[in-house]
Structures are given as structure tokens and as C-alpha cells.
């Protein structure tokens, strides 16, 4: 399975970005897919996830209310709607394919695929 995510790029604080992440190899609809984020000296963190079935998670308190993910089956791409940017949502996004269900936990060892990252870089 292979996976390519678009629409980073530079954003005010306070701006919008959409990113997308399409796969390609085999069947998208059975995946849960994730988003996760990766800041430079830091961890790599879990920010959202959506079923199979279109069950959404989204873990850290900060992207709630601001980020939603959303899934197109027919494009076989996920999408991750960011408003209301901070300059701390400055990272490279990662999006990734695991089993059909989104985990409690964003366990980044749920995921069985991940892409190459898109860089979002929030001015202040």
C-alpha cells in the first residue's frame, strides 16, 4: 500500500490548510486511516483517525473543534480540514493505513502503512 499526502504549505496563524492523503495498492475502504504529526525534536503524535466505517477519534484536546478528518472511498484519500492554525501545529503530517478500526490510544504501532509526510508551517 503505498500513500502520498499534499496540501501542506505555509499558513498565517489563524489560516486554513486541507491535506489529503491518497493510496493506491489495495483496497482503502477496509483501512482505518490516521493522521499524526511530527514537530522537529519531538515526538511523532496521533491527531486524528477514521474508521472503516467512518468513526472518527481525534486525540490531542488542542485540534478539537479545529481539525476534521474525513475520508473519500471512491479517491481513496483521507482528508485532514485544519482551521484556526496555531504556530505549535507547525510539523510534518503523516498520514498512515491500519486495520479497520481507529485505536483508543493513537498508538503509532496500530498503523501497518504510512506515507512520506507533508510539511505544514504555521506564521505568526
Known amino acids: 500500500v503505498q500513500l502520498v499526502e499534499s496540501g501542506g504549505g505555509l499558513v498565517q496563524q489563524g489560516g486554513s490548510l486541507r491535506l489529503a492523503c491518497t493510496t493506491s495498492g489495495s483496497t482503502f475502504e477496509i483501512y482505518a486511516m490516521g493522521w499524526f504529526r511530527q514537530a522537529p525534536g519531538k515526538e511523532r503524535e496521533g491527531v486524528s483517525c477514521?474508521?472503516?466505517?467512518?468513526?472518527?477519534?481525534y486525540y490531542p484536546d488542542s485540534v478539537k473543534g479545529r481539525f476534521t478528518i474525513s475520508r473519500d472511498n471512491a479517491k481513496s484519500t483521507v482528508y485532514l480540514e485544519m482551521n484556526s492554525l496555531k504556530p505549535e501545529g507547525a510539523a510534518n503530517y503523516f498520514c498512515?493505513?491500519?486495520?479497520?478500526?481507529?485505536?483508543?490510544?493513537?498508538?503509532?504501532?496500530?498503523?501497518?502503512?504510512w506515507g512520506q509526510g507533508t510539511q505544514v508551517t504555521v506564521s505568526s
Open positions: 498512515a493505513a491500519g486495520p479497520t478500526a481507529c485505536p483508543l490510544v493513537p498508538a503509532k504501532d496500530w498503523y501497518d502503512y
Open positions: 477514521i474508521s472503516h466505517s467512518n468513526d472518527t477519534s
